[in-house]
């Protein structure tokens, strides 16, 4: 099955806040509160995404989401230690920044068609997962949630 890529996935559902916000009467200017959320939300994300690539590629293993099966490292520190889908997690607070910069807060729910859409994904992996490190995985499962 084609994999559309998350960062992919995350650009079409960012069109679509702005579709939204368009159909809602357009974009607003951003109160000072809902800017600095958003701002928050983009940098966290972004910081977050980047943790965990650069926790993968230096464990040597990939972070490429259309071949889990490639995977030759758990990786269960840095922001790994508190999500297991911290590149996903980012992507998503990405999204909801995004959504608080178009003036309507009503576009941040995006960020759960986005979760939705990536859910079958993240099946995927885990179970590509399960199946190469078996009980480190499950202990690792068993102990950091999928998202928070």
Same mark, same amino acid.
Do not use: H, K
């Given at each position: 099955?084609?994999?559309?890529?998350?960062?992919?996935?995350? +650009?079409?559902?960012?069109?679509?806040?702005?579709?939204?916000?368009?159909?809602?009467? =357009?974009?607003?200017?951003?109160?000072?509160?809902?800017?600095?959320?958003?701002?928050?939300?983009? !940098?966290? *994300?972004?910081?977050?995404?980047?943790?965990?690539?650069?926790?993968? @590629? !230096?464990?040597?293993?990939?972070?490429?989401?259309?071949?889990?099966?490639?995977?030759?490292?758990?990786? @269960?520190? =840095?922001?790994?230690?508190?999500?297991?889908?911290?590149?996903? $997690?980012?992507?998503?607070?990405?999204?909801?920044?995004? *959504?608080?910069?178009?003036?309507?807060?009503?576009?941040? $729910?995006?960020?759960? =068609?986005?979760?939705?859409?990536?859910?079958?994904?993240?099946?995927?992996?885990?179970?590509?997962? +399960?199946?190469?490190? *078996?009980?480190?995985?499950?202990?690792?499962? *068993?102990?950091?949630?999928?998202?928070?």
């Amino acid at each position: 099955m084609p994999v559309l890529v998350p960062p992919v996935q995350t +650009a079409l559902w960012a069109v679509g806040q702005q579709v939204a916000a368009r159909a809602l009467g =357009g974009r607003r200017r951003p109160g000072r509160l809902s800017a600095a959320a958003a701002v928050t939300c983009i !940098g966290v *994300g972004a910081a977050t995404a980047a943790t965990a690539v650069r926790r993968f @590629t !230096g464990a040597g293993t990939t972070y490429e989401p259309w071949e889990p099966e490639r995977a030759s490292v758990l990786v @269960t520190d =840095g922001p790994n230690a508190f999500t297991r889908n911290p590149m996903y $997690l980012g992507l998503t607070l990405v999204l909801v920044g995004n *959504g608080l910069l178009t003036g309507r807060p009503a576009t941040c $729910l995006a960020a759960a =068609g986005l979760v939705t859409t990536l859910t079958p994904q993240i099946r995927r992996e885990e179970a590509a997962l +399960a199946g190469i490190f *078996g009980p480190e995985w499950t202990a690792y499962s *068993g102990r950091v949630r999928r998202w928070l």
